[in-house]
Protein backbone atom coordinates (compact mmCIF):
# COMPACT_ATOMS: atom_id res chain seq x y z
CA UNK A 1 0.00 0.00 0.00
CA UNK A 2 3.10 2.23 0.93
CA UNK A 3 4.85 1.52 -2.31
CA UNK A 4 1.85 2.46 -4.30
CA UNK A 5 1.04 5.49 -2.65
CA UNK A 6 4.84 6.72 -3.26
CA UNK A 7 4.71 5.69 -6.89
CA UNK A 8 1.88 7.91 -7.29
CA UNK A 9 3.41 10.60 -5.48
CA UNK A 10 6.36 10.61 -7.25
CA UNK A 11 4.41 10.39 -10.56
CA UNK A 12 3.47 13.73 -9.34
CA UNK A 13 6.40 15.36 -9.05
CA UNK A 14 7.27 14.33 -5.25
CA UNK A 15 10.65 11.86 -4.84
CA UNK A 16 10.70 10.65 -1.70
CA UNK A 17 13.83 8.61 -1.76
CA UNK A 18 15.44 12.29 -3.07
CA UNK A 19 13.91 13.44 0.20
CA UNK A 20 15.37 11.22 2.49
CA UNK A 21 19.10 11.47 0.75
CA UNK A 22 18.76 14.94 1.36
CA UNK A 23 17.96 15.08 5.14
CA UNK A 24 20.96 11.94 5.55
CA UNK A 25 23.45 14.73 4.04
CA UNK A 26 22.15 17.24 6.54
CA UNK A 27 22.85 15.55 9.45
CA UNK A 28 26.67 15.92 9.24
CA UNK A 29 26.37 19.51 8.29
CA UNK A 30 23.89 20.27 11.18
CA UNK A 31 26.10 18.08 13.78
CA UNK A 32 28.94 20.47 12.91
CA UNK A 33 27.19 23.72 13.80
CA UNK A 34 26.52 22.24 17.59
CA UNK A 35 26.48 24.68 20.42
CA UNK A 36 25.95 24.63 23.71
CA UNK A 37 22.23 24.51 24.65
CA UNK A 38 21.18 22.84 21.02
CA UNK A 39 18.62 19.91 22.54
CA UNK A 40 17.68 18.31 19.50
CA UNK A 41 18.54 16.82 16.11
CA UNK A 42 17.35 17.03 12.54
CA UNK A 43 14.00 15.18 11.96
CA UNK A 44 11.99 16.56 14.82
CA UNK A 45 8.83 18.91 14.16
CA UNK A 46 11.16 21.56 15.98
CA UNK A 47 14.35 22.76 16.56
CA UNK A 48 14.99 22.80 20.65
CA UNK A 49 17.26 25.05 22.44
CA UNK A 50 18.05 25.80 25.95
CA UNK A 51 19.38 29.13 27.32
CA UNK A 52 20.20 27.65 30.43
CA UNK A 53 22.56 25.14 29.10
CA UNK A 54 23.99 27.46 26.51
CA UNK A 55 26.24 28.69 30.39
CA UNK A 56 24.88 32.69 29.38
CA UNK A 57 23.89 33.69 32.67
CA UNK A 58 22.04 36.91 31.59
CA UNK A 59 20.25 38.59 33.87
CA UNK A 60 17.86 40.29 31.92
CA UNK A 61 18.07 38.51 28.51
CA UNK A 62 16.13 40.04 25.30
CA UNK A 63 15.74 37.61 22.28
CA UNK A 64 16.05 39.09 19.27
CA UNK A 65 15.21 37.60 15.63
CA UNK A 66 14.94 38.75 12.44
CA UNK A 67 14.26 36.57 8.86
CA UNK A 68 15.24 37.39 5.14
CA UNK A 69 16.25 35.45 1.66
CA UNK A 70 18.88 35.82 -0.76
CA UNK A 71 16.21 37.54 -3.69
CA UNK A 72 16.79 37.65 -6.97
CA UNK A 73 21.10 36.81 -6.14
CA UNK A 74 19.29 33.48 -7.04
CA UNK A 75 19.09 33.52 -10.80
CA UNK A 76 22.46 34.35 -11.02
CA UNK A 77 23.65 30.81 -9.57
CA UNK A 78 20.67 28.86 -11.47
CA UNK A 79 22.67 30.58 -14.96
CA UNK A 80 25.83 29.44 -13.20
CA UNK A 81 24.59 26.25 -11.68
CA UNK A 82 27.12 27.07 -8.42
CA UNK A 83 25.30 27.13 -5.41
CA UNK A 84 27.98 26.63 -2.80
CA UNK A 85 27.92 29.72 -1.85
CA UNK A 86 24.05 30.79 -1.80
CA UNK A 87 23.82 29.34 1.74
CA UNK A 88 25.96 31.61 3.18
CA UNK A 89 24.27 34.78 1.78
CA UNK A 90 21.12 33.62 3.49
CA UNK A 91 22.57 33.19 6.80
CA UNK A 92 24.16 36.66 6.54
CA UNK A 93 20.90 38.58 5.73
CA UNK A 94 19.65 37.69 8.77
CA UNK A 95 22.81 37.43 11.07
CA UNK A 96 23.73 40.60 10.00
CA UNK A 97 20.57 42.18 10.85
CA UNK A 98 20.21 40.54 14.33
CA UNK A 99 23.61 41.56 15.81
CA UNK A 100 23.14 45.47 15.05
CA UNK A 101 21.14 45.42 18.23
CA UNK A 102 24.28 44.10 20.35
CA UNK A 103 22.91 40.55 20.55
CA UNK A 104 24.69 37.02 19.86
CA UNK A 105 23.28 35.00 17.44
CA UNK A 106 22.27 31.46 19.05
CA UNK A 107 19.99 29.15 16.23
CA UNK A 108 19.25 29.87 12.84
CA UNK A 109 16.70 27.66 10.53
CA UNK A 110 16.36 27.70 6.82
CA UNK A 111 13.78 26.79 4.28
CA UNK A 112 14.46 25.20 0.84
CA UNK A 113 11.65 24.95 -1.64
CA UNK A 114 12.26 23.66 -4.90
CA UNK A 115 10.42 22.25 -8.17
CA UNK A 116 12.48 18.82 -8.62
CA UNK A 117 14.88 17.97 -5.56
CA UNK A 118 18.41 17.65 -6.21
CA UNK A 119 20.40 15.91 -3.35
CA UNK A 120 23.64 17.69 -4.44
CA UNK A 121 22.41 21.06 -4.92
CA UNK A 122 20.38 21.08 -1.95
CA UNK A 123 23.51 19.74 -0.12
CA UNK A 124 25.81 22.46 -1.60
CA UNK A 125 23.29 25.10 -0.44
CA UNK A 126 23.09 23.58 3.43
CA UNK A 127 26.52 22.94 3.11
CA UNK A 128 26.54 27.22 2.88
CA UNK A 129 24.29 27.37 5.66
CA UNK A 130 26.26 25.85 8.01
CA UNK A 131 29.85 27.31 7.49
CA UNK A 132 28.22 30.90 7.56
CA UNK A 133 26.53 29.04 10.91
CA UNK A 134 30.04 27.88 12.00
CA UNK A 135 31.59 31.76 11.44
CA UNK A 136 29.04 33.32 12.98
CA UNK A 137 28.85 30.94 16.19
CA UNK A 138 25.05 29.93 15.92
CA UNK A 139 23.75 26.08 15.53
CA UNK A 140 21.32 25.05 12.84
CA UNK A 141 18.79 23.63 14.83
CA UNK A 142 16.33 22.99 11.98
CA UNK A 143 14.90 23.95 8.91
CA UNK A 144 12.09 22.70 5.73
CA UNK A 145 13.46 20.81 2.28
CA UNK A 146 9.94 21.59 0.29
CA UNK A 147 9.61 19.86 -3.25
CA UNK A 148 6.86 21.44 -5.09
CA UNK A 149 6.82 20.61 -8.50
CA UNK A 150 4.72 22.73 -11.37
CA UNK A 151 5.66 25.47 -9.05
CA UNK A 152 9.34 26.54 -9.67
CA UNK A 153 11.17 26.17 -12.98
CA UNK A 154 13.74 23.21 -13.32
CA UNK A 155 16.97 23.82 -11.41
CA UNK A 156 15.68 26.54 -9.90
CA UNK A 157 14.49 27.23 -5.81
CA UNK A 158 13.92 29.61 -3.05
CA UNK A 159 15.70 29.93 0.08
CA UNK A 160 15.18 32.06 3.38
CA UNK A 161 16.17 32.14 7.06
CA UNK A 162 15.23 32.74 10.42
CA UNK A 163 18.09 33.75 13.42
CA UNK A 164 17.55 34.08 16.73
CA UNK A 165 20.10 36.04 19.20
CA UNK A 166 19.98 36.79 23.29
CA UNK A 167 21.62 40.32 24.68
CA UNK A 168 21.07 42.09 27.88
CA UNK A 169 18.60 44.31 28.07
CA UNK A 170 20.88 47.23 29.15
CA UNK A 171 23.39 46.19 26.64
CA UNK A 172 20.78 46.64 23.68
CA UNK A 173 22.51 49.07 21.26
CA UNK A 174 19.70 51.71 20.54
CA UNK A 175 19.58 55.66 18.82
CA UNK A 176 19.72 56.97 22.19
CA UNK A 177 23.46 56.54 22.24
CA UNK A 178 24.31 58.43 19.51
CA UNK A 179 25.87 61.96 19.89
CA UNK A 180 26.22 64.85 17.69
CA UNK A 181 30.34 64.52 16.59
CA UNK A 182 29.94 60.76 17.06
CA UNK A 183 32.52 58.95 14.06
CA UNK A 184 30.99 56.43 11.56
CA UNK A 185 33.25 53.22 10.71
CA UNK A 186 32.59 51.87 7.81
CA UNK A 187 33.31 47.65 7.29
CA UNK A 188 33.91 47.13 3.55
CA UNK A 189 31.81 44.75 1.43
CA UNK A 190 32.39 42.25 -0.81
CA UNK A 191 30.40 43.53 -3.48
CA UNK A 192 26.69 43.66 -4.21
CA UNK A 193 26.13 41.25 -0.95
CA UNK A 194 22.86 40.68 -1.73
CA UNK A 195 20.60 43.50 -2.70
CA UNK A 196 20.28 45.45 -5.63
CA UNK A 197 20.52 42.18 -8.20
CA UNK A 198 17.24 43.32 -9.89
CA UNK A 199 18.74 46.27 -11.25
CA UNK A 200 22.08 44.72 -11.76
CA UNK A 201 20.39 41.85 -13.60
CA UNK A 202 18.55 44.09 -15.76
CA UNK A 203 22.16 45.76 -16.90
CA UNK A 204 23.33 42.43 -17.55
CA UNK A 205 20.54 42.02 -19.75
CA UNK A 206 20.20 44.86 -21.45
CA UNK A 207 24.24 45.28 -22.33
CA UNK A 208 24.00 41.59 -23.30
CA UNK A 209 26.91 40.96 -21.17
CA UNK A 210 28.20 37.29 -20.06
CA UNK A 211 28.25 35.88 -16.60
CA UNK A 212 31.41 33.88 -17.79
CA UNK A 213 33.79 36.65 -19.16
CA UNK A 214 35.72 38.84 -16.57
CA UNK A 215 35.81 41.89 -18.46
CA UNK A 216 38.92 42.61 -16.73
CA UNK A 217 37.73 41.51 -13.35
CA UNK A 218 39.48 39.20 -10.89
CA UNK A 219 37.28 36.51 -11.65
CA UNK A 220 34.52 36.18 -14.26
CA UNK A 221 31.60 38.38 -13.72
CA UNK A 222 29.19 35.88 -12.88
CA UNK A 223 31.96 34.34 -10.05
CA UNK A 224 32.23 38.28 -8.83
CA UNK A 225 28.27 38.68 -8.63
CA UNK A 226 28.26 35.66 -6.45
CA UNK A 227 30.99 36.63 -3.78
CA UNK A 228 28.87 35.82 -0.49
CA UNK A 229 27.71 38.59 1.89
CA UNK A 230 30.60 39.16 4.35
CA UNK A 231 28.95 38.26 7.97
CA UNK A 232 29.98 40.84 10.70
CA UNK A 233 29.51 39.06 14.18
CA UNK A 234 33.47 38.32 14.53
CA UNK A 235 33.66 42.21 14.21
CA UNK A 236 30.88 42.80 16.86
CA UNK A 237 32.53 40.99 19.00
CA UNK A 238 35.74 42.11 18.60
CA UNK A 239 34.84 45.83 19.33
CA UNK A 240 33.70 46.96 22.64
CA UNK A 241 32.57 50.47 22.65
CA UNK A 242 29.87 50.48 19.51
CA UNK A 243 27.14 52.55 20.47
CA UNK A 244 25.02 51.62 17.33
CA UNK A 245 25.57 49.71 14.29
CA UNK A 246 23.94 49.42 10.90
CA UNK A 247 23.52 46.51 8.28
CA UNK A 248 23.89 48.37 5.03
CA UNK A 249 21.15 46.01 2.87
CA UNK A 250 18.74 46.82 -0.02
CA UNK A 251 18.07 51.01 -0.02
CA UNK A 252 21.69 51.40 0.87
CA UNK A 253 22.98 54.45 3.06
CA UNK A 254 19.93 56.53 2.81
CA UNK A 255 17.28 53.63 4.42
CA UNK A 256 19.44 51.74 6.44
CA UNK A 257 21.76 54.28 8.52
CA UNK A 258 18.54 56.38 9.61
CA UNK A 259 17.03 53.33 11.54
CA UNK A 260 19.51 53.88 13.85
CA UNK A 261 19.77 57.28 14.53
CA UNK A 262 17.85 59.69 16.75
CA UNK A 263 15.60 61.59 14.40
CA UNK A 264 16.89 64.79 15.17
CA UNK A 265 20.79 63.92 14.05
CA UNK A 266 22.22 62.90 10.94
CA UNK A 267 24.78 61.39 9.21
CA UNK A 268 27.78 62.91 6.72
CA UNK A 269 29.85 60.26 4.82
CA UNK A 270 32.65 61.11 3.02
CA UNK A 271 32.77 58.78 -0.34
CA UNK A 272 36.06 59.50 -1.33
CA UNK A 273 37.32 57.59 2.33
CA UNK A 274 36.86 54.02 0.85
CA UNK A 275 37.21 51.87 -2.20
CA UNK A 276 33.96 51.07 -4.06
CA UNK A 277 34.81 47.01 -5.04
CA UNK A 278 35.76 46.63 -9.01
CA UNK A 279 32.65 44.66 -9.71
CA UNK A 280 30.11 47.45 -8.39
CA UNK A 281 32.21 49.88 -10.31
CA UNK A 282 31.65 47.88 -13.59
CA UNK A 283 27.79 47.74 -13.13
CA UNK A 284 27.28 51.29 -12.63
CA UNK A 285 29.44 52.45 -15.95
CA UNK A 286 27.95 49.45 -17.97
CA UNK A 287 24.52 50.84 -16.73
CA UNK A 288 25.18 54.30 -16.73
CA UNK A 289 23.77 53.92 -13.49
CA UNK A 290 23.93 57.94 -11.45
CA UNK A 291 25.88 57.76 -8.68
CA UNK A 292 22.95 59.47 -6.42
CA UNK A 293 20.70 56.54 -7.40
CA UNK A 294 23.82 53.88 -6.46
CA UNK A 295 24.12 55.16 -2.93
CA UNK A 296 20.37 54.69 -2.38
CA UNK A 297 20.51 51.08 -3.89
CA UNK A 298 23.91 49.21 -3.47
CA UNK A 299 26.06 49.04 -0.09
CA UNK A 300 29.00 50.85 -2.63
CA UNK A 301 31.56 49.06 -1.10
CA UNK A 302 29.93 49.42 2.85
CA UNK A 303 28.49 46.14 3.91
CA UNK A 304 28.21 47.43 7.81
CA UNK A 305 28.37 50.68 9.57
CA UNK A 306 29.52 51.17 13.30
CA UNK A 307 29.12 54.41 15.10
CA UNK A 308 31.22 55.37 18.29
CA UNK A 309 33.02 58.27 19.99
CA UNK A 310 35.61 60.39 18.47
CA UNK A 311 37.84 58.90 21.43
CA UNK A 312 37.54 54.93 19.88
CA UNK A 313 37.71 55.62 16.32
CA UNK A 314 41.90 54.90 16.09
CA UNK A 315 40.82 51.40 18.78
CA UNK A 316 37.82 50.56 16.55
CA UNK A 317 39.84 50.64 13.31
CA UNK A 318 43.10 48.81 15.11
CA UNK A 319 40.48 46.03 16.33
CA UNK A 320 38.43 45.54 13.59
CA UNK A 321 41.76 44.50 11.52
CA UNK A 322 43.64 42.68 13.59
CA UNK A 323 39.92 40.19 13.70
CA UNK A 324 40.46 40.30 9.86
CA UNK A 325 37.96 43.20 8.86
CA UNK A 326 39.35 45.97 6.68
CA UNK A 327 37.59 49.30 8.65
CA UNK A 328 38.32 53.02 8.05
CA UNK A 329 36.45 56.08 9.09
CA UNK A 330 33.63 57.35 6.67
CA UNK A 331 31.85 60.17 8.30
CA UNK A 332 30.64 61.74 11.38
CA UNK A 333 27.03 62.21 13.50
CA UNK A 334 25.63 66.07 12.92
CA UNK A 335 22.77 68.26 13.62
CA UNK A 336 21.64 68.21 10.61
CA UNK A 337 19.11 64.88 9.88
CA UNK A 338 19.86 62.78 6.90
CA UNK A 339 22.07 61.13 5.16
CA UNK A 340 24.60 63.76 3.59
CA UNK A 341 27.39 62.29 1.20
CA UNK A 342 30.16 64.31 -0.24
Partial sequence: ?????SKQYSAAGVNL??????????????????????????????????????GLELRDPVMVSGTDGVGTKLKIAFEMDQHDTIGIDCVAMCVNDVIVTGARPLFFLDYLATGKLNPD??????????????????????????????FYSTGEYDV???????????????????????????LNSTGFHSNGYSLVRKVVADRGLDLTQSYGLETTLGDALLAPTRLYTRAMQAVPHVKVASHITGGGFHENIPRVMPAE??????????????????ILE??????????????????????????????TVKRLSDAGFKAQEIGHVTSVPGVHIQ
Wanted: proline share 3%; with cysteine.
Fill in 1 to 5: MEDSK
Fill in 160 to 186: AGFCVGIVERDALLKPENVQNGDVLIG
Fill in 121 to 150: QAAQIVHGVATACIESGCALIGGETAEMPG
Fill in 286 to 315: AGKIDTAEAYHVFNMGIGFVMVVAPEHSVD
Fill in 265 to 282: LGVRLDASSWEVPSVIRF
Fill in 17 to 54: DAADESVARYKELVRETRIPGVLSDVGGFGGLFALRDA
